[in-house]
């Protein structure tokens, strides 16, 4: 990856009115990691003097300020005056101001289903195939971020309606390397492996898994997670695009085995810490403590990058617990090395030149960089040097997204919402309670029917 080291007068164009070089968290020209010529390219080519651009997203307390960090260097190099708010009900609230004719310049959205919506009725403005075509030559897995980004507008053609930015990793096992030490375990490279290591574990009168579906009203999400998941690492990513719309009916053969997958490590009771009964009533945020006790009572736990904030406090990642990328089937080489996962996207609500040379600034390394180098941040940019990443483990796992030969976003978000956020959640829980996944996967279908009628 590139990266430059410019001298200090280089830089000093930068310096707009609106930010001073002192309140950036890096200062341009003094640190290696970052991008700095790309970033005064940015900056010649995007005078915006007296210009507001409004931007309404997701991130709020630790994350709006590390997004603040980000934006200063958009104010800094450009001169605009950039505002950024959020609320707790931020998708219902872009659809009321998009209604209202009161849209901000950019809107970051994380629901594939909001945006295509947004998009059909034309709240939207399209970013042009050059786009398409950066995406696809500059993101890992390209395509599908291609595939990500594109909706149909009001006049029922494809357009590239968003820039991604942030994301999210969802196919993760974490694990405690003193314990696997301890107990003579290695990690699995390969599907067959971990389940193999999960029936050895199990023989050896230990307990493989701590699994917990609880989750309030949402309960059952982190059952889908692993459907999806297994979806991806059953058959061709074309299987799971055609599930996620009902393409394939939910209660296809080739569904049902994937839910029968899950179930091979979720509905044996001698996989899961509390047996069956114990995956169901345990909150996901209380099931990877089972990782931390003495002796453990769980080796490993299936959960997203977010789940980190549920350990114990002082747990340090790396060293008291780890992760491996949930592994692929050696038997089915052919479908490459697929990554689920989640993440946020930028759109243009209300068109100007500011927004547009936003959308512009996301395309720019120094826009990941900078909030890379301090945390919670991953993304599929290959012009970003890794360098930049604040520790090793989210260098870990960046590398994982890099490596993805297919991403696919969280299949459930893309789901109708009485679908991914009803009928799937609460199937799955029916499924643990010991429903079999034939008679699991027609009622969710049944749900799906009614919405066509």
């Not at 950019?106 to 998009?119: E, K, N, T, V």
């Not at 357009?159 to 930015?165: D, K, S």
């Not at 389940?195 to 050895?200: H, N, V």
């Not at 609460?426 to 009628?453: F, N, P, R």
Request: with cysteine; glycine share 10%.
């Amino acid at each position: 990856m590139r990266h430059y080291l410019l001298l200090g007068v280089a830089v000093f164009g930068l310096v707009a009115p609106a930010v001073h070089a002192a309140e950036l968290t890096f200062k341009p020209g003094e640190d290696s990691r970052f991008h700095w010529q790309d970033y005064e390219a940015f900056s010649k080519a995007h005078p915006l003097k007296g210009q507001t651009l409004t931007i309404f997203g997701p991130w709020r307390g630790e994350e709006k300020d590390q997004f603040e960090t980000v934006l200063d260097y958009f104010r800094q190099a450009t001169g605009a005056d950039v505002k950024y708010s959020s609320s707790e009900n931020y998708e219902q609230q872009i659809v009321i101001d998009t209604q209202a004719g009161s849209p901000p310049n950019i809107a970051i959205l994380a629901q594939p289903g909001l945006i295509a919506d947004l998009a059909s009725k034309g709240e939207l403005t399209p970013l042009g195939d050059d786009n398409a075509d950066w995406l696809k030559k500059n993101y890992a897995a390209g395509e599908s971020w291609v595939d990500l980004a594109t909706y149909k507008g009001k006049d029922g053609k494809a357009h590239v309606f968003a820039m991604p930015y942030k994301v999210d990793l969802k196919s993760l096992i974490w694990y405690v390397p003193d314990n696997f030490a301890d107990a003579g375990y290695s990690v699995p490279k390969t599907m067959e492996e971990l389940k193999a290591l999960t029936e050895k574990i199990a023989a050896d009168g230990r307990t493989p898994w701590c699994i917990g579906l609880g989750s309030g009203g949402a309960t059952g999400w982190p059952a889908t997670d692993w459907v999806e998941d297994l979806m991806l690492r059953n058959y061709p990513a074309k299987v799971y695009d055609d599930w996620v719309t009902n393409k394939i009916k939910f209660d296809d053969p080739r569904v049902v085995k994937v839910i029968q997958d899950y179930g091979w490590f979720a509905r044996n009771p001698k996989f899961v810490d509390g047996g069956t009964a114990g995956v169901s009533s345990t909150d996901y945020r209380d099931s990877p403590k089972g990782l931390f006790t003495s002796p453990p009572k769980c080796y490993m736990h299936h959960q997203a990058s977010f789940i980190t904030s549920y350990f114990p406090q002082g747990t340090e990642i790396g060293r008291d617990v780890d992760f491996f990328p949930t592994p692929n089937y050696a038997s089915k080489p052919e479908l490459g090395n697929p990554v689920e996962g989640g993440g946020t996207l930028a759109m243009v609500t209300k068109d100007s030149p500011a927004a547009r040379a936003f959308i512009d600034f996301l395309k720019n390394p120094i826009s990941a960089e900078v909030w890379m180098a301090q945390k919670n941040f991953l993304t599929a940019s290959k012009l970003v040097n890794q360098a930049a990443y604040a520790n090793p483990q989210m260098k870990k796992m960046g590398k994982i997204i890099m490596d993805a030969t297919t991403f696919r976003f969280d299949g459930s978000d893309m789901m109708p919402g009485k679908i991914g956020t009803g009928a799937f959640w609460t199937g799955m829980v029916d499924y643990e309670g010991g429903k079999s996944a034939d008679d699991v996967a027609k009622t969710i279908q049944a749900v799906w029917d009614g919405l066509k009628k």
